[in-house]
Nanobody, 123 residues
Framework: QVQLVESGGGLAQAGGSLRLSCAAS????????MAWFRQVPGQEREFVAA????????YYADFVKGRFTISRDNAVNTVFLQMNSLKPEDTAVYYC????????????????WGQGTQVTVSS
């Protein structure tokens, strides 16, 4: 089992920044591919970004390219999502996800999830 705990959400103004963190425990963090998703009530969970085990490869949804950056620090078992130039449409609950073998856009392929952290962007 892997336990994931997100933090760093909150209220930001449009154009502002937030940095989300996801702390992992329970297994060897460096064995897992990590991702961020987001969800608005009544909508499906949406892929935001993902990062490979070794930091080398990252993937982004088109709507966050150039604004968000995913990174990880295997020494402290944490994955980050730096969010800049925030827009009101970025308002959602942001979830961290982990999987040993899969990295991609499908939320159904990830085995482990955090509880989520709310991000609200005001105009």
């Amino acid at each position: 089992q892997v336990q994931l705990v997100e933090s760093g959400g909150g209220l930001a103004q449009a154009g502002g920044s937030l940095r989300l963190s996801c702390a992992a425990s329970g297994r060897t963090f460096s064995d897992y591919r990590m991702a961020w998703f987001r969800q608005v009530p009544g909508q499906e969970r949406e892929f935001v970004a993902a990062i490979s085990k070794s930091y080398i490869t990252t993937y982004y949804a088109d709507f966050v390219k150039g604004r968000f950056t995913i990174s990880r620090d295997n020494a402290v078992n944490t994955v980050f999502l730096q969010m800049n130039s925030l827009k009101p449409e970025d308002t959602a609950v942001y979830y961290c996800a982990a999987d040993r073998t899969y990295i991609g856009h499908s939320p159904h392929q990830y085995d482990y999830w955090g509880q989520g952290t709310q991000v609200t962007v005001s105009s």
